[in-house]
């Protein structure tokens, strides 16, 4: 459900198609009286929704996950209409949300529910039991490039720990959002487990700043840092998922051809509005010519436009289309060689593929994220200082390495200072729910996905029984040979050498 209207809330905005300009929708402006009102309805929802159970929560989920797919053509088409990416592109969105609501539902109980740990011979009389329980209610701040899909990494997982969620979706895709609280009211409508709140900046601010129990947030670094020092007040926990400038490392033994498919997909699709796409190829010396040759021609043969034939869409954002023209631009002046497409492909809303060959490192377009449709090529003598490039930046969101030989490959992926690495694909950690998904430096920090993401949104419980009386050590009552007998144990269990 939405949050109700309250008396403040008079103001309104609409979302439009950024290929055509008309209108998609109608939201409110819900301000901090109303986004705290949401938070204050979450409360009660999240003590009912904790309160149900592990069985309970997972089948409700599971129904939603039903009701989701049932409903994929539907929200795939308003995907498609408030992001302007292909209609494919939009379905295999909510097929990924699907699968992560899926896993999140199925897993929760195994990843959080109490288990029994072993207590340690000193501590033998006494029964050790962990779980992990609810934080209660979690705040999402979601991005308009993945409108479901990024939020549904928070939010199933955040359900399926038992939290109740209020997510202020982006300004430009306040429908899809919308949309989704509708599915998960028809199947749980007892209570509102998902609100939305729907605004501009000063909405998420109201959110960041309000009294939730953990921020989860998806967008820039620099907002990031808002938000952050919004949670600071509170003292309320985030996990931040910003942007990368994500690095592709072509080997000598590399396949080629499937490099050369796999960078320009993850580097184009979507209009290259994706925090894991690639912005950065790092291609050794003997295989860079050919690999430059392959991608070229497969770059020429894309175009963006509305249709179901375009290969992707517009920019989301208007405003994005100047970054992309000034990091082109720089390229360029910078002494960059413009392959495929130049500073004219900026046609808004669209931009064509551009490919750009010897851009220096302190470039924008090397430095900065970019967002869009564009590539930096570089030419190394070895995969080490394709790695040590890759790594020069203060991101560090994921990457992928192609090379023939496996042992090679996993030692270099381990070596990008990424949270994920792909190898001999492209992004392929995204569509696998049990690989937790986050970055390190300016990419954020924390987890979603995976049962690292399910405990982001859970606190660990401690919990202990005593069985039988045994040695009592904490006891002003304590006896010398309850003590002595103590540290006989320990020189048995720790006084020996190691080799
Ligand atoms: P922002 O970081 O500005 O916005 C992300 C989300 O935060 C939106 O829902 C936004 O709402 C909200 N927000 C904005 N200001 C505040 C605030 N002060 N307190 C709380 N929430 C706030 O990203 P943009 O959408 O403006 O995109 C800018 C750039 O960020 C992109 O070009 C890209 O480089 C990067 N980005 C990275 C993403 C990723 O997947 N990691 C996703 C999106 C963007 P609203 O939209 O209403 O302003």
Not at 17 to 23: K, M, N
Not at 338 to 346: D, I, K, N, R, T
Not at 472 to 478: A, E
């Given at each position: 459900m939405t949050a109700t209207m309250d008396a403040e809330t008079t103001e309104s905005f609409q979302s439009l198609?950024?290929?055509?300009?008309?209108?998609v929708g109608e939201h409110p402006v819900h301000g901090k009286e109303a986004v705290d009102a949401a938070i204050e309805r979450a409360r009660d929802a999240a003590v009912w929704w904790a309160g149900l159970g592990w069985k309970e929560r997972r089948v409700r989920l599971l129904n939603v996950k039903g009701a989701l797919t049932r409903s994929l053509n539907r929200v795939a088409t308003l995907i498609h209409r408030e992001t302007g990416k292909p209609i494919e592109d939009a379905q295999l969105e909510v097929v990924l949300a699907i699968t992560h609501l899926d896993w999140a539902a199925r897993k929760a109980e195994k990843v959080l529910g109490p288990r029994r740990l072993f207590p340690g011979l000193l501590s033998i009389n006494q029964k050790a039991v962990l779980e992990y329980q609810p934080l209660g209610v979690v705040g999402v701040i979601g991005p308009w490039n993945y409108p479901l899909f990024t939020p549904m990494g928070s939010i199933g997982y955040a359900l399926a720990a038992g939290n109740a969620v209020v997510f202020k979706p982006s300004e430009y895709t306040p429908g899809v959002a919308t949309l989704l609280a509708e599915i998960v009211a028809s199947i749980?409508?007892?209570?509102?487990?998902l609100q939305v709140v729907t605004g501009f900046g000063e909405t998420g601010a109201a959110l960041a700043g309000g009294a939730v129990d953990k921020i989860a947030f998806t967008g820039s670094t620099p907002t990031a840092r808002k938000v952050m020092a919004a949670c600071a007040e509170r003292l309320t926990p985030i996990v931040a998922e910003c942007g990368g400038k994500d690095a592709f490392i072509v080997d000598a033994d590399a396949d080629v051809d499937g490099a050369a498919d796999a960078a320009l997909w993850g580097a184009m699709s979507n209009a290259g509005q994706?925090?894991?796409?690639?912005e950065r190829v790092y291609v050794v010396d003997s295989v860079y010519e050919t690999f430059v040759d392959r991608l070229t021609e497969q770059a020429r043969a894309l175009r963006p436009g509305e249709d179901r034939g375009a290969s992707y869409g517009p920019i989301t954002m208007p405003g994005q289309l100047g970054i992309i023209k000034r990091h082109i631009d720089d390229a360029v002046a910078q002494?960059?060689?413009?392959?495929?497409?130049?500073?004219?492909?900026?046609?808004e809303p669209y931009v064509e593929p551009v490919i750009l060959l010897d851009v220096p490192d302190d470039s924008s377009a090397v430095c900065e994220e970019t967002f869009g449709p564009t590539i930096t090529v570089h030419r190394v003598k070895s995969v080490d200082e394709a790695v040590a490039r890759a790594n020069a930046t203060p991101y560090g969101l994921a990457g992928t390495i192609f090379s023939g030989s496996r042992s090679a490959a996993m030692n270099a992926a381990r070596r990008l200072r990424s949270g994920m690495t792909s190898i001999n694909g492209v992004i392929a950690f995204a569509a696998i729910p049990a690989l937790p998904f986050g970055g390190v430096g300016d990419s954020g920090f924390g987890r979603i996905h995976g049962a690292d993401g399910l405990r982001e949104f859970a606190r660990a419980k401690s919990i202990t029984r005593q069985r039988f009386s045994s040695m009592?050590?904490?006891?002003?009552?304590?006896s010398d040979k309850d003590m002595a007998r103590a540290l006989q144990l320990v020189n048995l269990l720790h006084g020996k050498r190691y080799k």
């Open positions: 198609s950024p290929a055509t300009g008309e209108i749980v409508p007892e209570q509102p487990v994706t925090c894991v796409g690639v002494g960059g060689k413009a392959v495929v497409g130049g500073p004219s492909s900026v046609k009592n050590l904490t006891s002003f009552q304590r």
